[in-house]
């Protein structure tokens, strides 16, 4: 158990809704990134909060949007779902941000479905 | 764009055999990180290593970062069956917080 909790763990949902993945970070983690992996493929770096901020960000469409809240708890928020949005989506935390020796430690992941 | 890119992509070995996996970037990592992911799960962190020319050992894996900072290997000393699994290399980037995978290896050890 990494101490990353990810909820839901799976999620089917209909094109053209929206839905939200939560995300709580390990006890005293104040970075939260979050990735999308398709199947068979790596992970795709989406955004990276740090202590509430936006530190970084990937590939996310404008469809996708994310925050992280003052308990540290992140949220990604995705929109107007299409086929292609189906994925494995990580949540990942750090104790700090992106730096030497940065270590992540990943939750269970979403599994969205998009039909 | 800083990317880590591996090789091979996939391997597939009989049980006993040795390999290695290989990560390779044309930019200057401060550290880099090798994680094993099985299917349906998270990454989970095996090794970092942060100085140039460093070699760690954990139990039959032994990961090594290049003198320059730009690549690293693994390499894996007679691979079981649990062994299997994606390996990726990750690291930050310099200059901003993104943190960034390879495109991963995929290992099968077959029995």
């Known amino acids: 158990d990494s101490g990353v909790t990810q909820t839901p763990k799976h999620l089917i949902t209909a094109t053209g809704q929206r839905v939200t993945l939560r995300c709580s970070p390990r006890?005293?983690?104040?970075?939260v990134y979050w990735y999308q992996q398709s199947l068979d493929q790596g992970l795709q770096f989406l955004i990276q909060?740090?202590?509430?901020?936006?530190?970084a960000k990937g590939n996310i469409l404008e469809r996708f949007s994310a925050q992280q809240f003052p308990d540290l708890h992140s949220e990604l928020n995705l929109s107007s779902l299409e086929l292609g949005d189906s994925a494995l989506y990580f949540c990942?935390?750090?104790?700090?941000?992106?730096?030497?020796?940065?270590?992540?430690?990943f939750g269970q992941g979403t599994r969205l479905t998009v039909v | 764009t800083q990317l880590l890119k591996q090789s091979p992509q996939f391997l597939s070995i009989q049980e006993g055999e040795n390999l290695t996996v290989y990560c390779n970037s044309s930019?200057?990592?401060?550290?880099l990180q090798w994680y094993r992911q099985e299917p349906g799960e998270g990454p989970v962190l095996l090794v970092t290593?942060?100085?140039?020319?460093e070699v760690k050992k954990l139990k039959r894996l032994t990961f090594q970062f290049g003198d320059a900072r730009k690549d690293s290997s693994l390499h894996i000393t007679a691979a079981q069956p649990g062994d299997t699994g994606l390996y990726l290399c990750?690291?930050?980037?310099?200059?901003?917080?993104?943190?960034?995978f390879g495109t991963g290896t995929r290992l099968k050890v077959l029995a």
């Open positions: 990942a935390s750090s104790p700090q941000g992106a730096n030497k020796g940065t270590e992540a430690f």
């Open positions: 006890s005293g983690d104040l970075s």
């Open positions: 909060y740090y202590n509430g901020e936006e530190r």
């Open positions: 930019s200057v990592f401060s550290s």
């Open positions: 290593v942060v100085t140039g020319g």
């Open positions: 990750a690291g930050p980037t310099s200059g901003t917080y993104k943190y960034i």
